[in-house]
């Protein structure tokens, strides 16, 4: 159960259920946020797993309220990993990549599913 509970965000799944965007910028600086981990051969970096975007060289950021939520997104993959962040390392992310990301998504398999512009995200961040 305890490991259950490191793995999910309550605050941001409701936030998510309301489509509350204060809500959700609150859970985002205040509880955790499941992010996708790069699987890569052997080694264990841990880097964040985004997603291209087709056509372009921008790249989009998932991220979700529980490692059930990714899972629900990639049901066929044998091999899914994800990393929890706190609001602080997710704003350093956002920082460091803000130019090659076109767009965050919030649980995309759903039922709850956000969208959100990096800087807008970048910016609750900071607030």
């Not at 975007?53 to 490692?67: I, N, T, W």
């Amino acid at each position: 159960m305890a490991d259950e509970q490191r793995f999910r965000s309550e605050q941001l799944e409701e936030a998510l259920a309301k489509q509350d965007v204060a809500g959700v910028a609150f859970a985002l600086r205040n509880d955790i946020v499941i992010v996708p981990r790069l699987v890569a051969g052997k080694r264990q970096e841990e880097q964040v797993r985004v997603f291209g975007v087709e056509g372009s060289d921008k790249r989009v950021l998932l991220l979700f309220s529980s490692a059930e939520a990714y899972a629900a997104m990639v049901p066929n993959e044998k091999i899914r990993q994800v990393m929890v962040y706190d609001g602080p390392r997710l704003l350093a992310f956002l920082e460091a990549h803000l130019p090659v990301l076109e767009g965050v998504f919030f649980d995309i398999a759903g039922p709850h599913t956000m969208q959100a512009e990096p800087q807008d995200l970048l910016d609750a961040l900071r607030a």
